[in-house]
């Protein structure tokens, strides 16, 4: 029985996976990297932002020292925080609302798992924060997915056990990090039949089995 739902943040709630995406697209250009695409990027979900900067600079012939890449990484936070500003509700998902004020309403508690350190701040400007018991997020970890860290602080935050979770994830290093921690999962998002979750559906405002889910 399912008594908690753990949600990850970008490309799940919030459509904010692109805004990460427009951001390393940015900086790749700025160091002369024209290779970098969509493909690159989707391996860069879930994954921590020093991690998805060597997926940058695999594409890139030059060597960044250490200290480079802290320099480089902290560029790609900027550009990344410059475009947050504007975000609102606006940037909330199709479905996304209802299935909180759903879970609300069957007293199943809400978790985040996000490996973002830029989490809090996405949740106050979308308003999503007021639906959220507990969040787990890059400040709280020292190990990004797919490591199951970030879910079984989400859990333990939240009082319950692994196996009273249900995570809903965008990206392969999330499956796998449910899957690691011993939790049920849910794939939604543009690759969610790939992802190898016990359940998928394409989106969260497609009709969903919560019976099958929760049960
Ligand atoms: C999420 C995103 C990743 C991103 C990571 C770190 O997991 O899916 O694409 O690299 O968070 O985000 P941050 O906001 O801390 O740079
Ligand atoms: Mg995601």
């Not at 932002?49 to 890449?69: F, H, P, Q, T």
């Not at 480089?72 to 550009?79: E, R, S, Y």
């Not at 925080?81 to 909330?92: F, G, H, I, K, R």
């Not at 196996?163 to 011993?182: F, H, N, P, Q, T």
Request: negative net charge; glycine residues 6%.
């Amino acid at each position: 029985m399912i008594k908690g739902v753990i949600f990850d943040l970008d490309g799940v709630l919030v459509s904010t996976d692109e805004l990460h995406y427009a951001a390393w697209s940015q900086l790749a250009k700025m160091i002369g990297i024209t290779e970098f695409n969509r493909e690159d990027n989707q391996r860069q979900k879930g994954v921590s932002r020093m991690e998805s900067l060597e997926i940058v600079l695999e594409k890139g012939e030059k060597c960044y020292s250490d200290a480079e890449k802290v320099l480089l990484a902290n560029m790609k936070n900027d550009i990344y925080v410059n475009l947050l500003t504007d975000l609102d509700q606006e940037a909330v998902l199709p479905g996304a609302v209802e299935i909180l004020m759903r879970l609300k309403k069957l007293e199943i508690k809400i978790g985040i798992g996000s490996v973002s350190k830029n989490t809090p701040i996405i949740l106050e400007k979308t308003g999503l924060i007021t639906y959220i018991d507990e969040v787990s997020c890059g400040l709280d970890i020292t190990n990004s997915k797919p490591d199951p860290e970030v879910f079984l602080v989400a859990a333990n935050k939240l009082g319950l056990q692994p196996k009273e979770c249900l995570v809903i994830e965008d990206s392969k290093a999330g499956i796998i990090a449910a899957r690691a921690a011993e939790m049920r999962s849910l794939a939604v998002g543009p690759e969610h039949k790939k992802l190898d979750a016990d359940y998928c559906s394409e989106s969260l405002s497609n009709e969903l089995d919560w019976n099958l889910l929760l049960g």
